[in-house]
């Protein structure tokens, strides 16, 4: 492939390009096209399907991660603290099945979930890396309809606080954009609070959909540092 710098000695000798300063923008503006494609290249896409312990390949050929598998550092993460109980229920209403057409998952992504019973919660690690994210939970109520409450928390954040769970066999998914994570590894943390004013608490999920977002896109400060400094010493 070739790279900047060789685009950049290509460019130098075309007399059309009468300007250096025009040149110099021009392969500066390049750079930061490069670098961003650098970026996009290594976009992060990590799934997790609550209540199973195998991995699930969806209709589109994704594949979710279980979210019974415990936390560690070589893979995609994993449940913290305490292992998370487990149950399923395979029935979605009509209108359940349509919402999870059109939004694009599959019916058996909500059957399941991993809860925990209050006041224990639902905790998961994700190594997601450093950067922004956009996270997209879902969940399949079958057993407490309309009187489960609890909050979502996502890297300390209350993102969605008194939260109560739909209708009987019905799902719900909530979109949480630009979740900026610092440390490598964005933190889950779903607990039942009584504020909500349920009286099931215990919190749960049946997915976890984290990608990077559209907000993350940077060039690389280093690389570009280096190849700007390139592009100075040919002129």
Same mark, same amino acid.
């Given at each position: ?13 075309? &007399? ?5 300063? $025009?040149?110099? $923008? ?24 609550? /209540?199973?312990? &195998? ?28 292992? =998370? ?8 209403? =009509? ?12 019916? =058996? ?48 954040? @209350?993102?969605? =606080? ?15 954009? /630009? ?10 943390? $779903? ?10 608490? @215990?919190?749960? $999920?049946?997915?976890? *959909? ?7 896109? *940077? ?17």
């Amino acid at each position: 492939m070739i790279d900047l710098y060789s685009i950049l000695r290509l460019l130098k000798g075309v &007399n059309v390009m009468r300007s250096k300063y $025009f040149l110099i $923008f021009t392969i500066f503006s390049l750079a930061l096209i490069f670098l961003g494609q650098e970026v996009i290249s290594k976009k992060v896409e990590i799934r997790v399907r609550g /209540g199973h312990v &195998n991995e699930f390949k969806d209709s589109k050929g994704r594949i979710w991660y279980p979210g019974q598998k415990e936390y560690s550092k070589g893979d995609w993460g994993g449940w913290i603290e305490q292992l =998370p109980q487990t149950a399923e229920v395979a029935t979605l209403t =009509p209108d359940a099945k349509k919402t999870a057409e059109e939004a694009g998952y599959d019916e =058996p992504l909500f059957y399941a979930v991993s809860w925990a019973a209050f006041p224990i919660t639902v905790k998961h690690d994700i190594n997601t890396g450093s950067g922004i994210f956009d996270v997209t939970y879902l969940v399949g109520e079958h057993w407490s309809p309309n009187n489960r409450g609890y909050d979502i928390f996502i890297e300390g954040e @209350n993102v969605l =606080p008194l939260y109560v769970t739909p209708g009987n066999n019905e799902i719900d998914i909530k979109k949480f954009e /630009g979740i900026q994570v610092k440390d490598g590894v964005m933190n889950f943390d $779903f607990a039942g609070n009584a504020k909500t004013g349920k009286g099931d608490l @215990n919190a749960m $999920f049946s997915g976890l *959909e984290i990608v990077t977002s559209k907000y993350s896109v *940077e060039p690389n400060d280093d690389k570009l540092t280096a190849t700007w400094g390139k592009i100075k010493a040919s002129y």
